[in-house]
């Protein structure tokens, strides 16, 4: 049996020991996901904004994320007419800014409410913007991971629902998480950054393939990914001034927990506590040790006691609320909410509490 089909026999029987599990344990799994829901979104604090008295609304879209451009702002608008809100200004994200430019001018117009749509790259661009000015953010998720709106409790499927929320909702403060290198380039993040497999999974996951698959295409590319080998590193926390060296496949600052398809990676972390939850992944044994985490992640997800140590991985969760790394030999991939930006040897991790605005269920 050739190496290809080992691995979809693998696969095939991890997904299917999976959704058995799912299946036997689906009362289990849903007290889970609304205790979970309820800690995370409908017990988020209420917090001061700016603007509350303006009806101006700017939605910052992204064009590439839109099949019908047409529909999309007669659902908007629609719903900005019936809440009481201006008709909506409409902006285009563009390659340069990314939204960042689109929100500064949403701020010069002195808007009530900004609405991004889009992608998580789209979002963490616009938030981090906004994110001084304290003007509500609505998020109308049309990406392929939309892991905000997942922690947030956010429709992802519903673009009638989500503009409900962005028009009606209670607003919240959610951590902005800044990701420093030894440039001093700083990258914004709101829900994950990270480096090693994870930046490996989103740099070689192919566009065409998200399209027709969606989150899927994650599986493919971490499949793919797999047998890269762990990154030697020396890691501190809370601003110690020793550290220490770890071997590790991925190392990941977490400001939420969920990732796609509902997998609970950090069922602890919460956007709104200032807390950061730094994942530290040791795997041997390639795509056996990565199964195995994957297999240990519902388990827990599932309430099932753990009978054995792991035999291939090991998995390290430390809460803090600062963090650094810096690798040893040459510059790793690091991604940021899902975007790769590049290949650093020294990285640093903090949380601005409640900085940004945003509008939940």
Known sequence: MTTVLWILVIVALALGGIALSWAVNARRIATRAMKLAIKQGFSAPATTCSNESSKRVVVIYNPMKIADPNEFRRIVTQRAQSTGY????????????????QAKEA???????????????TLRIIA??????????????????????????????????ACE???????????????????GAEFPFLVMAGIGYDAEVMSRVSNKLKESIGWGAYVVSGIAASNKPPITMDVAFGGQSHSRTRKVNTLLFASCGELVGGIPLLPEAN????????????????LIGFLEVISGVFRDSLGVKKLT???????????????SAKVHGEPRMIQVDGD???????????LDSGAVVVRVP
């Open 86 to 101: 201006e008709e909506p200004i409409f902006l285009e994200t563009d390659p340069e800014s990314l939204g960042a430019s």
């Open 340 to 350: 790769t930006v590049g290949s650093y040897r020294e990285i640093s991790a903090s």
């Open 128 to 161: 981090a913007t906004l994110a001084e000015s304290r003007i509500p953010l609505g998020i109308l998720p049309l990406g392929t991971g939309n892991l905000l709106a997942r922690n947030l409790n956010i429709p992802i499927n519903s673009l009638p629902r």
């Open 309 to 323: 140590a792991g035999l291939v991985s090991k998995t390290d969760v430390i809460r803090t609320r600062t963090a």
């Open 271 to 286: 956007p709104h506590d200032g807390w950061l939850e730094v994942l530290m992944l040791s795997v041997r044994g390639g």
């Open 107 to 121: 701020i010069r117009q002195e808007a009530g409410l900004v609405i991004s749509a889009g992608g998580d790259g």
């Open 165 to 183: 929320i962005a028009f009606t909702g209670k607003n919240t403060g959610v951590d902005l998480g800044h990701l420093q290198t030894e440039t």
